[in-house]
Structure formats: structure tokens, C-alpha cells
């Protein structure tokens, strides 16, 4: 009797014992896709979050990469907008634009960094090459007291290319851009270079130098096709993330970039 009884009571045990279980295994996936969404800067730039599983990794440095008039500079400003708008402070730092013009020729796109600026929530920091590269030397400088002074949460510099004709050879510009990035990487915030490049000339310079440092690469084309000009759009490389293997036709409208169809021009025309 004694051993029915305990084999009855073992029985009792095991079938309470497994709905638990499951109920905690269906739960515990939750908080993983939401902190993994967390973790990512949407662009606010129509279908390209779809393209990169919603946006940026956060905190890391990404190359925006492409030849004149291509659309890098309101490509990446479109991403310092999004930002604002979810209540983030962001910076904009260049070694070419005046802050006059440059405000004046964001307000097609119906963008007021004037007064973006004034709230705070927006800091346009004219510098130069030079300025950068002492800054690798004060490990930090000015630019380190602004981004922690206003909680900086996205970053963009206007461009590296310029901080990258200060060194002759390509190891100097690899070990500087690696300086570089190493100070960036921790102020916990999420970065755009754009780099002067045209990816259509297969025979030019490209941007060896500093590529396999960045978390991503994406490339503008701007290319003449039967007399017109036609801009597309690539995701070269993202780490983490599966992002399209596609190139996208994309068009600069009054309200900025916008990320059109699969493309079906043959790649070798770009």
C-alpha cells in the first residue's frame, strides 16, 4: 500500500510541475525582442528602416558614402530629425558648411534647426580637420565635453574625407580613423559619417582606410542613365543585422529621402 501510495503522490508532483514550465519559456522570449528593438536608431527616412530590421544598432558608427550631390548631407541630417522628434539631443558637426546657408537650405525639407537649436535639442559645431585631430590627442576634447554636457544621443560628421587628407599614407589614415572611432565608441551615442566617394568608379580610391572599422556602409549612387540623372541607394554592410542584399531606387523630395522600388538596372551600370 505504502508504495502505491507514493507512486500516486510522485504522479500528483510531475502534472502541476510541467504548465509552469511552459508558461515561463513563452514569457521569457518577450523581453528579448523588445530589448533587441530598443537597441536600434530608426532613420525616419520612408522604407530604409525596413531595409535594416528598424534603424541603426545603437552606439555604433556607420559610413553614409557617396559622390556629389548624391544626398549624404540630408540623408544623415533626416536622421538627426528623427531623433528630435523622439525627444533625443543630437549634433551636427562639419568642416564645410556655414550655419546660415545650411539652415536656410534645410527649410525646403520644412526643417527649422533654428529653432531646433534653440530649444537645445539640436547643436551645429563648425570645426575643422585640424580641430579633430587634436582632439585624438586630448583624447576627447571639446567635442566629448558637448556630447556629455547635452546627453548627445546621434551624431553625424560633415565629413571624414576632409579629416582624412590631413595623413599621407593609408596606415596613418587607418591607425587615426581607429583613434577615432575607439573615442566615439564611448560616449553612447549613435553615429553617421558621411564620406566623400563615388562608388560607380570602380577605378577611383575607395574608403579601405577606414571600412572595416565602421559597424555599416551604405552607398548613394547618383548616376546618368539616357541622359538623367537617377539616385540609388545600397547597404554594402551592417553588422548584426540582416539587412537587404537589394539595390533601391531613392528620390529627395520636399520632405526629404525616400526610399523607392527595387531597382532593376543592372548593377554594372552603376
Known amino acids: 500500500m505504502k508504495s502505491k501510495k507514493s507512486k500516486s503522490v510522485k504522479s500528483k508532483k510531475k502534472t502541476p510541475h510541467k504548465k509552469p514550465q511552459k508558461i515561463i519559456q513563452t514569457n521569457s522570449k518577450i523581453p528579448k525582442k523588445s530589448s533587441k528593438a530598443m537597441k536600434r536608431a530608426g532613420t525616419g527616412i520612408l522604407n530604409f528602416d525596413k531595409m535594416i530590421q528598424k ?3 545603437r552606439n555604433s558608427i556607420n559610413l553614409i558614402a557617396g559622390g556629389s550631390g548624391s544626398g549624404k548631407s540630408i540623408f544623415a541630417l533626416q536622421f538627426l530629425i528623427e531623433g528630435i522628434k523622439k525627444g533625443e539631443n543630437v ?6 558648411e556655414k550655419k546660415e546657408e545650411f539652415y536656410e537650405n534645410m527649410k525646403k525639407f520644412g526643417w527649422d534647426l533654428q529653432k531646433e537649436e534653440k530649444s537645445g535639442k539640436f547643436i551645429f559645431l563648425e570645426y575643422s580637420p585640424e580641430k579633430v585631430k587634436m582632439m585624438l590627442d586630448e583624447g576627447g576634447g571639446a567635442i566629448e565635453t558637448i556630447v556629455f554636457k547635452n546627453k548627445i544621443k546621434r551624431m553625424v560628421i560633415d565629413s571624414i574625407t576632409s579629416f582624412s587628407l590631413l595623413f599621407e599614407d593609408d596606415l596613418s589614415k ?5 583613434g577615432l572611432f575607439d573615442i566615439i565608441r564611448k560616449w553612447d551615442c549613435t553615429t553617421l559619417f558621411t564620406v566623400q566617394y563615388n562608388p560607380s568608379q570602380k577605378k577611383g580610391k575607395g574608403i579601405s582606410s577606414i571600412e572595416f572599422e565602421a559597424d555599416s556602409i551604405i552607398l548613394l549612387y547618383y548616376v546618368n542613365i539616357n541622359n538623367k540623372r537617377e539616385r540609388f541607394i545600397e547597404v554594402l554592410k551592417m553588422r548584426g543585422t540582416d539587412h537587404s542584399k537589394e539595390i ?5 523630395s520636399k ?16
Do not use: M, P, W
Open 174 to 178: 587607418r591607425q587615426s580613423t581607429f
Open 91 to 96: 549634433l551636427y558637426v562639419t568642416f564645410e
Open 55 to 57: 534603424g541603426f544598432e
Open 248 to 252: 533601391h531606387s531613392f528620390e529627395i
Open 255 to 270: 520632405k526629404g529621402v525616400k526610399i523607392g522600388k527595387k531597382a532593376t538596372i543592372k548593377k554594372e551600370l552603376l
